[in-house]
């Protein structure tokens, strides 16, 4: 190996973009499937939506848009030079992440102590356009919330590096990247939220 | 870099957010009350919104080139076929 450095943040910034659109291809799929069953069982999908706590939905999407501004400025406070509020804001971008996390934990321990879970003896016995909506909102929920503590561990990652200086005012696509990357947990919340808690 | 960095400003990220968050309160409100289908009409309309002021100024493609921002169109049209052609089948089955 030479000491040659090769960059190509516009390459590094064009690949998270093309990755993001198949994240966002994957969660239209889930939409999709929203959808046609919404349409197939209108009142099942109505009574299921009804037992989501709305306000755990309004105080998570309010912790998630409080997450991306500090993430954005984070992107913002690097490009300035300002490497100590980078790693704060990338700080409170992760301490929102863990915020969601728990009320999300709440949210799937009362609903798995009342007997909703997929596959369980209470979702069998009703209808089944009902197991057919928490499936769909678990795995919705699910997969979502695996992005926010992929992208919560992965801000971490990169605040340790802004911190001993490896991502810097003149080197911060990692940043930049990371920050989208959260973006988009946040835009997928933007639809689940509506959809699930909101208009049914 | 082939091109000059845009620097977003703290001021106008945090005017995003207050725009996001009023945003997130009239959607909250439009589905208290009884409005029937145009809640879920309304709720998606303010979602797109929302998602649109993300993309842009969070997400920063309203300072990017031509190349991203075709790409982010193509991928949104690939999503809109999809889900028309989707329900042009279900709905006519």
């Not at chain 1, 990371?178 to 973006?183: I, N, P, Q, R, V």
Request: aromatic share 14%; hydrophobic share 55%; net charge positive.
């Amino acid at each position: 190996m030479t000491g040659h450095l090769h960059k190509d943040d516009f390459g590094a910034k064009l690949g998270m973009w093309l990755f993001l659109f198949t994240e966002l291809l994957l969660f239209g799929g889930l939409f999709l499937l929203y959808a046609v069953y919404l349409k197939r069982y209108p009142h099942e999908f109505a009574a299921g939506g009804t037992q989501l706590n709305w306000i755990m939905g309004t105080a998570n999407t309010a912790i998630l848009l409080t997450s991306s501004l500090s993430a954005a400025m984070a992107v913002t406070a690097v490009q300035r030079g300002e490497l100590k509020r980078t790693v704060a804001l990338l700080g409170g971008t992760v301490l929102c992440a863990a915020c969601f996390m728990v009320i999300k934990y709440f949210e799937w321990s009362a609903k798995i102590g009342h007997g909703i879970y997929p596959g369980s003896e209470h979702l069998k016995a009703g209808a089944p356009g009902e197991s057919v909506f928490f499936s769909l909102y678990y795995i919705s929920t699910g997969i979502h919330g695996l992005h926010v503590m992929i992208g919560a561990a992965l801000l971490t990652w990169i605040g340790v590096k802004v911190r001993s200086g490896e991502v810097n005012a003149d080197n911060y696509i990692l940043l930049e990247n990371g920050a989208l990357y959260w973006h988009l947990v946040d835009l997928i919340w933007i639809f689940i939220f509506p959809l699930y808690y909101l208009v049914l | 870099m082939n091109e000059h960095h845009h620097i977003v400003s703290y001021s106008k990220l945090i005017a995003i957010w207050l725009i996001l968050l009023a945003l997130t309160a009239l959607t909250v409100a439009i589905t208290r009350v009884n409005l029937g289908g145009y809640k879920v009409l309304g709720a998606l309309v303010i979602a797109c919104v929302k998602s649109g002021l993300v993309i842009a100024v969070f997400m920063h493609m309203k300072y990017e080139g031509r190349l991203l921002r075709w790409l982010l169109f193509l991928a949104l049209v690939t999503l809109a076929v999809f889900i028309g052609l989707t329900f042009f089948d279900v709905l006519y089955r």
